[in-house]
């Protein structure tokens, strides 16, 4: 009798083995299976070859950006109107595929410049863009097209994103998503600002500037979209950069050393040169570009672009704190391990680094030098 309940309970135990992989089996079918047909996950987006591209440059503004070479791809830039009031691109630019949307799958207009605005004043939309873009830079100016499409209530499933920072070739933009429609209105005391357009999908509205002229892009949240993003430009430098913000100002100062653009880059420089002049007792002191040059090919600069802007704090009237990140030129975060014999113990591996931002005149100017490794 024993030994049949001895047996009786082996027989119950391998049952429940049996059980307990078949649920996990059961769980972890259904767990990839939802992997693979769950569409709210992330799409992974790889880099796109634009190597071959070809490359469009804007007559009046001065600024580029690239596309695939194939007859399925055109840009526009004629007046609009089409009676020739205006010179070809000077209202923007407009890339189309052809049998594709019936909007352009990349478009830039202009909105502002120092002569003339295409923003409607009826509503005061020309006058609250231009205190947008004199309070807070380009971010405000986003900030204020985005309030503008929160307060709109004609389309009650529409989704408008959060601000988000755009890197584009030599410069960072500010924008937000939306989906449905979008209102081009900026002045949030006026709901529904000064009309609108349909929006196919999810579509990007990005500001960008060259610190005179206010521009406005638009994509669809797409691979290609995006890449054609990154490879736009202003082709010929300003002389200067107001009315960039604190945070725009660092993040514009790196981009340029890391594009080695050092004729641009010390116009957002406000610091000192007594290290490089020491480092490089051969270079004319007064040589600013080339003192420059050395520090981020020779003297041991990293010149890297800011990958995050962590924190950033206001510790005067004239001067912000900026703790940040930078990104290696293989898109890995950069680290600054231990040197010069130390141990990790003594000189632990850091990542962020505060740089000071302070204002000068009517310009911010970044205080702090590159991150140094011997």
């Not at 000077?90 to 605005?117: C, R």
Request: proline content about 4%.
């Amino acid at each position: 009798m024993q030994k049949q309940q001895k047996g009786f309970a082996n027989v119950i135990a391998v049952l429940v083995i049996i059980a307990v992989f078949a649920t996990g089996y059961f769980l972890i079918y259904q767990k990839v299976d939802n992997l693979k047909t769950d569409e709210s996950l992330p799409i992974e987006i790889t880099d796109i070859d634009t190597s071959n591209w070809k490359t469009y440059i804007n007559p009046v503004h001065n600024y580029s950006f690239k596309y695939p070479q194939s007859k399925d791809f055109r840009v526009d830039d004629e007046d609009p109107s089409g009676e020739g009031y205006a010179a070809p691109g000077e209202f923007g630019s407009y890339l189309w595929k052809i049998n594709g949307s019936s909007y352009p799958i990349f478009e830039i207009n202009v909105l502002s410049t120092p002569e003339w605005t295409t923003v409607g004043t009826v509503y005061g939309d020309a006058g609250a863009l231009e205190g947008g873009f004199k309070d807070g830079g380009i971010e405000g100016v986003a900030k204020l097209s985005r309030e503008v499409n929160l307060q709109e209530e004609n389309f009650s499933t529409r989704q408008v994103g959060e601000i988000e920072e755009f890197h584009f070739y030599n410069g960072i933009g500010y924008g937000f998503a939306v989906t449905e429609a979008f209102n081009f209105g900026f002045n949030t005391a006026h709901k529904g600002g000064s009309g609108g357009k349909v929006v196919e999908g999810k579509k990007f509205f990005v500001y960008v500037t060259n610190g005179k002229d206010i521009y406005s892009i638009e994509f669809p949240d797409q691979p290609l979209e995006k890449q054609i993003f990154s490879t736009f430009k202003f082709t010929v430098p300003t002389s200067g950069m107001p009315n960039l913000s604190a945070r725009e100002t660092l993040i514009k100062f790196f981009s340029l050393l890391n594009a080695k653009q050092y004729n641009e880059a010390i116009k957002y420089y406000g610091g000192d040169y007594e290290v490089l002049q020491d480092w490089n007792p051969d270079t004319n002191a007064s040589d600013h570009v080339a003192l420059f040059r050395n520090g981020c090919e020779m003297n041991g600069w990293n010149c890297l672009k800011i990958k995050n802007v962590l924190s950033e704090e206001k510790i005067s009237g004239t001067e912000f704190k900026f703790v940040v990140q930078f990104v290696n030129d293989n898109g890995t975060l950069f680290k600054m391990g231990p040197c010069c014999g130390a141990s990790e113990e003594e000189m632990p591996t850091k990542s962020d680094f505060a740089y000071i931002v302070s204002k000068v005149g009517n310009n911010f100017l970044v205080i702090t030098t590159p991150v140094y490794t011997p």
